[in-house]
Nanobody
Framework: EAQLEESGGGSVPAGGSLRLSCVAHRPTTCMAWFRQVPGGERTGVAAIDSDGITYYDDSVKGRFAISKDNIENTLYLQMNSLKLEDTGMYYC????????????????????WGQGTQVTVSA
């Protein structure tokens, strides 16, 4: 099995909502969501640390919410008020929690990744 497995992507009109899920088949501490468009960098969307503190990129603040079910070891990303620029492949990642939390929205920090789920927002 893959160590992380995303689901919940799809096509949605602008202004709509989606909820992404990521099942982790390994122990997790810090977890995060990233997104990427073809030819672009993989950029941080949201993260949650071992204390349940959340971190968001400014582009999604107030619209997206990250959460984790610690019993099922599943990460979620609730996405509301979706915009065209939210389109991309969404990936979940996990690793140990760093001392400096700014690393949680930087993709090269994480060593364990899922294969991604596509989100397409239409006009």
């Amino acid at each position: 099995e893959a160590q992380l497995e995303e689901s919940g992507g799809g096509s949605v009109p602008a202004g709509g909502s989606l909820r992404l899920s990521c099942v982790a088949h390994r122990p997790t501490t810090c977890m995060a969501w990233f997104r990427q468009v073809p030819g672009g960098e993989r950029t941080g969307v949201a993260a949650i640390d071992s204390d349940g503190i959340t971190y968001y990129d400014d582009s999604v603040k107030g619209r997206f919410a990250i959460s984790k079910d610690n019993i099922e070891n599943t990460l979620y990303l609730q996405m509301n008020s979706l915009k065209l620029e939210d389109t991309g492949m969404y990936y979940c990642a996990t690793d140990y929690c760093p001392r400096e939390k700014h690393w949680l929205l930087i993709h090269r920090y994480f060593n364990y990744w899922g294969q991604g789920t596509q989100v397409t927002v239409s006009a």
